[in-house]
């Protein structure tokens, strides 16, 4: 937690839009960021790092989530799902969200480390 706001994410291997063969792994996640604190938050900007299984590193940075800079009140969340693709079957993916409270300060919601990974890859 930081900042009283919570970031979560669960992720999901895409079979139907994968093609292993082409070393192309499609993988869903949904995030819920929640704001436990008292005072507002707006996401400003995102910053994820995408390792592989070879341990390529991708960053992706940009204004907002899905086209948005959600405004979370206390007690609000926001969810969304969004993709990667791989060139290996197991992967990570982490970062942060850049935060802007109601009294003006900004704050980085760290995004915990979380594995994109084919069914039955990692035991």
Do not use: C
């Not at 900042?3 to 079979?15: D, G, P, Q």
């Not at 507002?40 to 086209?67: C, F, M, P, Y």
């Not at 993709?83 to 802007?100: H, S």
């Amino acid at each position: 937690m930081t900042n009283n706001v919570t970031v979560s994410v669960t992720s999901n291997y895409l079979e139907e839009q994968s093609f292993p063969e082409e070393l192309r792994f499609v993988f869903t996640y949904h995030v819920t960021i929640k704001n436990q604190g008292q005072q507002a938050a707006k996401l400003l900007s995102r910053h994820w790092i995408i390792t592989d299984g070879d341990e390529k590193v991708q960053e992706v940075k940009g204004e907002g989530v899905i086209g948005e800079q959600p405004l979370l009140q206390p007690g609000q969340q926001f969810e969304y799902s969004s993709g990667a693709i791989l060139k290996t079957t197991v992967g990570t993916m982490q970062g942060n969200y850049q935060m802007l409270a109601e009294d003006g300060t900004t704050f980085l919601a760290v995004i915990e480390p979380f594995t994109l990974a084919v069914p039955n890859q990692v035991h």
